[in-house]
């Protein structure tokens, strides 16, 4: 909006002059300017400057008015705002008019002299006697002749107190008033003449009528009658639609750019007392209208890109305006309700976004129209409209070409040849991605304060793409990177691809070679949509995974790529590696078979050199290379599972886990995947949409859903068992017999001692394991073991035992069993943890 | 004339997406579709907010967009229909026929026992039957 005229901007405020002591005017100014409504202040420092606010004398009504060279004039605002005054106030000093007969027509010639100027124009006429105090008599004989020499008004001639505050205040207060009063009777004059020289219809071209409705609702601004003026300017609008009947194409460049100039200012004039008006939805659905009228009207091929230009400039104002002019409060859903328009529709960031687009679509257009003006063009022919100030001139009319200064004034606007390489070189110092990371920007702060995060990010893709464009390769890779998230998350997989796209490029630019291949394998291994028209996997693309996959070596210098591919990976349908251990519990040393599936969707079969998995046991890492002489495939087939089944030795006892596969493509590049189990494997994102049949990692339907990456390494086998059997429960001080079996396992036993110990548990504690303690267990029972007596008797008596128990010679596989029995003379359970025990002896032995 | 109809699924991600504009613009149109989804929201977040109770699936137009219109539509199960148009005149009635017939479709096309709910569409009798649901709202 900053590009728009100032005194299109703002409205006008009226102009009034002073002539005449000049030691006032300051003071004068200040008071008008702080007037309600506020009076711009004109001040001519003595009565020799007063030619300046004089003009030509009107034309008379009847005159003929010939076809015009433009539609507005340029300066036409500026002037009537600045050099134009409405009123022009003359001070005299009471002095001077009540002095001797030589001051006295020295006051009449100024006087004369000031209604001569001002005649032309219809300006209005204030005359102001200036005396100090209210003290002091006035000559009212020669104020009534300067009354009547001026034909004013009583009102209209004043006295005005210089040097009492308050009368001085009062004094300004009334001169205010006056020169307000005034004013708005000239514009409303003005306004009249026009109207009046309007329906003479002493015209035949439609833009003096455009003209005439615009000057009418000027001034109407210039008297704040904003409605008034919104239906001149409406009026003036439709008129210029009429100028527009002919088809644009059959126009020249510089016509259709200049009434699409005057369109823009009068769609300014209509939106911004909309807005001002508190009519939001109105000002929308007039700048549609604005928009659908204009922006067919393109004009000549050649200059589309001015095109453009002017209509993403329509919306970067409107958005402009809606953001300045916009109440802070959001419009009712009440008021929206059948009118067409959106919420959307009256946030700016809505329109800066398009404005964004229409700027890049300027930037196509122009590098294509560039290439044919080169192409054509006299590469020694010079752009007469870029020289010095002196000799090119501002335009004349609003929107027009500048003017070359040397040339008569008849052939002063540029020729289409000079207009159109002024255009283009003009144009090609533009900064195109610039203004539209600008308005990109604007519009990313405004939908901030929205829950519009998918539009965000689309603005994203577009900054990205205009950082691409500008060179910038950094910040274009940071915006797509962020841009890509929101995409995979939400699994669009032609936005995606379109970042994914970009990403590539940028990254080849910045030299980032691991970057680029993993941005071409992720867009590689997207789905192919059938239904999408987007040519997505181009040559180029399949060549960069051809090469990757070859066995091309790497230049010099240029180290080898190692891709990693975890849970989350975007990389997941590059590779992903699922192994399953066919069982859940395995002894060491014992073999267990383990599936490994691998899976890929690049569109085309993917052959590994080598595959290494990697456990957190390393000395069950194991190393596959691709042979098929050995029966080993390591191709992988779009979309297919490959299923290798290998055999898997623990040496430790405790968890064996596989944790990721290593797999080498072509001699430069490997991939280390990180394995998943057939039971807790999450799909593709991208994929688990696609209407293909799932197949499953694992063949075997329970592996498929329960196989786990993990197997549990059981103890090593004990090499001698030993069993202890108590026969239940004993009662208090009854004598249990405890039977002992003793197994050898693989192995024959050749001796060995048992201790044999009771320890005293706590009921909740029989089962845990624990080792017995000889000092404490002596306590609490004692054993005894039978021996026959040696009388013959054949008898059998219970002898307490002390110390180890000899083991006898057991064979391999075989057993031995012995008898004890325990007294227990207090609250003791034999302890029943005889696996520990045996253990324990186990180890003794 | 209606250049783009599409389905969105429950997770937000396209089930179905059709062009009728040709050219190479497809693109576009999965950013206008995408883009919507924030409107759905916003509508929806309005709903929550006030306590109303959405009795009517179509929930009108969504936001315009340059030189389109889109409109869209809701399921009960949160499966979201969008339309995209350059006609600036539509009537609300013609475009929620229009919905109703393109929802009719899509339930047929979900019920077929080889179809897996929430998975892309991509069944050519279905594209079939879009095509001819466009044109006979005189439109292609």
Excluded at chain 1, 708 to 716: G, I, L, N
């Amino acid at each position: 909006m900053e590009d728009l005229p100032e005194e299109l901007r703002t409205p006008p405020v009226a102009l009034a002059a002073l002539v005449g002591m000049p030691e006032l005017h300051p003071q004068i100014s200040m008071s008008l300017h702080t007037e309600q409504p506020p009076i711009n202040t004109l001040a001519l420092p003595d009565f020799s400057k007063v030619a300046v606010i004089g003009g030509k004398e009107g034309a008379p009504l009847e005159a003929r008015i010939p076809a015009p060279a433009g539609v507005l004039k340029a300066d036409w605002m500026h002037k009537h705002r600045t050099k134009v005054p409405a009123v022009l106030a003359v001070l005299f000093d009471r002095e001077q008019v009540n002095g001797d007969p030589a001051q006295w027509m020295e006051v009449c010639s100024h006087l004369d002299n000031v209604r001569n100027v001002i005649r032309g124009r219809n300006t209005k006429l204030v005359v102001a006697i200036v005396q100090p105090t209210l003290h002091g008599e006035i000559n009212d004989d020669r104020t009534a002749a300067l009354r009547k020499r001026a034909e004013l008004d009583n009102k209209c001639c004043m006295t005005f107190i210089s040097h009492d505050p308050t009368e001085l205040k009062r004094s300004l207060a009334r001169l205010g008033s006056i020169l307000g009063e005034l004013a708005n009777l000239y514009y409303k004059e003005q306004s009249r003449r026009v109207k009046a020289r309007l329906d003479k219809k002493n015209w035949t071209a439609t833009e003096i009528a455009v003209r005439f409705n615009f000057k009418m609702g000027y001034y109407a601004e210039f008297r704040r009658d904003w409605v008034t003026a919104l239906r001149f300017y409406e009026t003036a609008y439709t008129l210029l639609l009429e100028v527009f009947s002919n088809p644009a194409e059959t126009q020249s460049i510089q016509r259709v750019v200049e009434l699409k100039a005057v369109a823009e200012q009068l769609h300014f004039k209509v939106s911004t007392l909309l807005l001002h008006s508190g009519k939001e939805v109105e000002a929308v659905k007039w700048f549609k209208h604005h928009i659908a009228s204009f922006k067919k009207l393109s004009g000549p091929p050649e200059g589309i890109f001015m095109h453009w230009a002017w209509v993403g400039q329509q919306h970067h104002v409107f958005g402009d305006l809606l953001k300045t002019g916009r109440s802070t409060a959001p419009t009712s859903t009440a008021v929206l309700a059948g009118s067409g328009v959106t919420e959307r529709e009256l946030q700016p960031g809505f329109y800066y976004q398009i404005a964004a687009s229409y700027m890049a679509g300027r930037r196509r257009t122009f590098e294509r129209a560039f290439a044919t003006f080169e192409s054509f063009d006299n590469p020694d022919a010079v752009d007469v409209l870029a020289g010095p100030p002196e000799e090119v001139g501002p335009p004349l009319y609003v929107g027009q070409g500048p003017r070359v200064l040397s040339r008569m004034s008849e052939e002063q606007s540029a020729t289409p040849d000079e207009y159109m390489r002024h255009a283009m070189l003009t144009e090609r110092q533009f900064p195109h991605s610039r203004a539209a990371i600008n308005l990109l920007t604007k519009a990313h702060e405004q939908y901030k304060a929205t829950q519009a995060t998918r539009m965000i990010y689309y603005l994203g893709t577009q900054m990205g793409r205009e950082y691409f464009h500008a060179g910038e390769h950094e910040n274009a890779k940071r915006l797509f990177d962020t841009v890509a998230e929101m995409y995979r998350k939400e699994a669009w997989v032609e936005l995606l691809a379109a970042s994914l796209e970009y990403l590539r490029e940028t990254a080849k630019h910045l030299g980032l070679s691991k970057e680029f291949l993993e941005y071409s394998l992720e867009l590689a291994a997207l789905p192919e949509e059938s239904w999408s028209e987007v040519a997505r996997r181009s040559t180029a693309l399949t060549d960069v995974i051809a090469a990757i996959t070859g066995t091309d070596a790497l230049p010099d210098g240029e180290a080898p790529i190692a891709l990693e591919i975890d849970l989350v990976s975007p990389l997941r349908g590059v590779l992903s590696v699922c192994v399953a251990f066919h069982e859940q519990a395995v002894k060491p040393g014992m073999s267990t078979r383990l599936t490994v599936s691998l899976l890929t969707h690049l569109p085309h079969p993917l052959e590994l050199g080598d595959l290494e998995i990697h456990f957190n046991q390393n000395a069950c890492n194991l190393a596959l290379k691709h042979s098929l002489d050995q029966g080993c495939d390591l191709k992988l087939m779009p979309h297919q599972w490959k299923r290798l089944e290998v055999d898997i030795i623990a040496v430790k006892s405790g968890k064996l886990e596989c944790l990721f596969a290593v797999a080498r493509l072509g001699r430069n590049t490997t991939v280390r995947c990180q394995v998943e189990s057939p039971a807790s494997r999450e799909p593709d994102p991208f994929w688990q949409f696609e209407p293909a049949l799932e197949s499953y990692p694992v063949k075997d339907k329970n592996l498929a859903f329960l196989g786990q990456k993990v197997v549990q390494v059981e103890e090593v086998e004990p090499k001698v068992d030993i069993e202890i059997d108590s026969g239940g429960t004993g009662l208090l001080g009854e004598t249990v017999l405890v039977r002992i079996h003793i197994r050898s396992r693989g192995h024959a036993i050749d001796a060995g001692e048992l201790q044999v110990s009771v320890t005293e548990v706590a009921s909740n504690d029989a089962f845990s394991p624990k080792t017995p303690s000889t000092g404490s267990s002596a306590a609490c029972a004692k054993i005894f073991v039978p021996a026959r007596l040696k009388d013959g008797s054949g008898e059998t008596l219970l002898w307490e035992f002390q110390g180890s128990m000899k083991i006898p010679y057991v064979e391999a596989d075989g057993s031995w069993s012995t008898s004890t029995y325990s007294l227990e003379p207090t609250t003791t359970l034999i302890s029943c943890g005889v696996i520990n025990t045996s253990t324990y002896n186990a180890r003794r032995l | 004339m209606i250049l783009c109809v599409a389905i969105v699924g429950q997770q937000n991600n396209p089930l179905y997406l059709q062009s009728f504009a040709g050219g190479d613009d497809v693109l576009k149109f999965h950013y206008i579709v995408h883009c919507s989804l924030d409107v759905f929201d916003e509508k929806a977040s309005i709903l929550r907010r006030t306590g109303t109770n959405l009795n009517d699936n179509f929930l009108g137009l969504l936001y315009p967009a340059e030189d389109y219109k889109v409109y869209g539509y809701m399921t009960n199960t949160r499966v979201k229909f969008v339309l995209v148009t350059s006609d600036l005149e539509l009537k609300d009635l013609d475009i929620k026929t229009f919905f109703q017939r393109f929802h009719a479709a899509y339930i047929d096309v979900t019920s077929n026992p080889f179809h897996v709910p929430g998975k892309r569409i991509a069944s050519p009798m279905f594209r079939d039957r879009v095509k001819t649901i466009v044109s006979s709202f005189g439109q292609l």
